[in-house]
């Protein structure tokens, strides 16, 4: 008889303030990137900047990765990053204050981004989106979050999410009639496999590219 999988009886609410107020108090100088590392998609955002190098890029729910400082080390230097969480903010502020203006933490909620319409070129989620459908009110805070993200994007940019989710489980949330831009789909390897290799979600992370129309 196979061995009984250990799971807890509760698991995080990765949707709420407090969890990562908590989480980001007791990881003081640490550095994590869900999902992949900006070696893994760095193609994929070179492609979208187009060597654009003033472009301006927005990175939500940036956590305590290192993205945006990856992204600057490539040239770029209009590097936004909002996440809700006023001490993840203030230690990344800390942080990366010797880059100056070139890169901003700002304390701000993603399902109810306030900056101004289309002024972003490329909008990076690495699991934010599986954040927000983890928690309350699931349906209505992710369509409040990317109709936001949509407003925010200049024709012709690309918001691109990272997520542990199938097809299956994102595009009824990406595609529908408030959000007329072209999706595309990739799947990214796992670095490591694991005893449940056999099933597809064990396997790949996915990667959808939404790209707002030029008119």
């Known amino acids: 008889m196979a061995d009984e999988l250990d799971l807890p009886d509760t698991f995080p609410d990765f949707s709420s303030v407090e969890y990562w107020d908590s989480r980001y108090e007791s990881e003081i100088n640490v550095s994590y990137d869900w999902l992949v590392s900006f070696t893994q998609l760095r193609s994929i955002f070179l492609s979208k900047l187009h060597d654009n190098f003033d472009a301006e890029i927005l990175i939500v729910g940036s956590g305590n990765s290192h993205m945006g400082e990856e992204l600057i080390k490539e040239g770029y230097k209009n590097i936004t990053n909002i996440d809700f969480s006023p001490v ?5 502020n800390e942080r990366t204050q010797d880059l100056g203006e070139e890169m901003e933490y700002i304390t701000m909620d993603a399902c109810n981004i306030t900056f101004p319409v289309g002024i972003f ?44 989710g199938v097809p299956d489980s994102r595009l009824g949330y990406l595609k529908n009639k408030f959000l007329p831009w072209g999706i595309e789909q990739a799947k990214i390897t796992k670095s490591s496999s694991d005893s449940f290799a056999s099933f597809e979600q064990a396997r790949y992370h996915y990667l959808y590219i939404c790209t707002k129309s030029l008119t």
């Open 88 to 92: 993840l903010v203030h230690q990344m």
């Open 121 to 164: 070129d490329l909008i990076i989620d690495k699991c934010t989106l599986d954040c927000i459908l983890c928690g309350d009110n699931n349906f209505q805070r992710a369509s409040s979050y990317l109709q936001g993200v949509y407003r925010c994007l200049k024709p012709g940019g690309s918001f691109i999410v990272v997520s542990y």
